[in-house]
């Protein structure tokens, strides 16, 4: 198992999430990973740790 893959698997189905961009919080570039049958999974933020 990859733990580094779990933040873009559904948790409902176990499915992959494509991920997609999501900078409408201002902030900047962040990627959200969306279930094509659930909805959006987690948000990632791929700057965080250069804050
Ligand atoms: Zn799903």
Excluded at 10 to 35: N, T
Excluded at 41 to 50: A, E, N
């Amino acid at each position: 198992m990859i733990d580094d893959e779990a933040y873009r698997t559904c948790s409902a189905c176990g499915g992959d999430c494509p991920p997609e961009p999501c900078g409408a919080d201002g902030i900047g570039a962040r990627l959200v990973f969306v279930c094509p049958r659930h909805g959006a999974q987690s948000i990632m933020d791929p700057f965080s740790r250069l804050r």
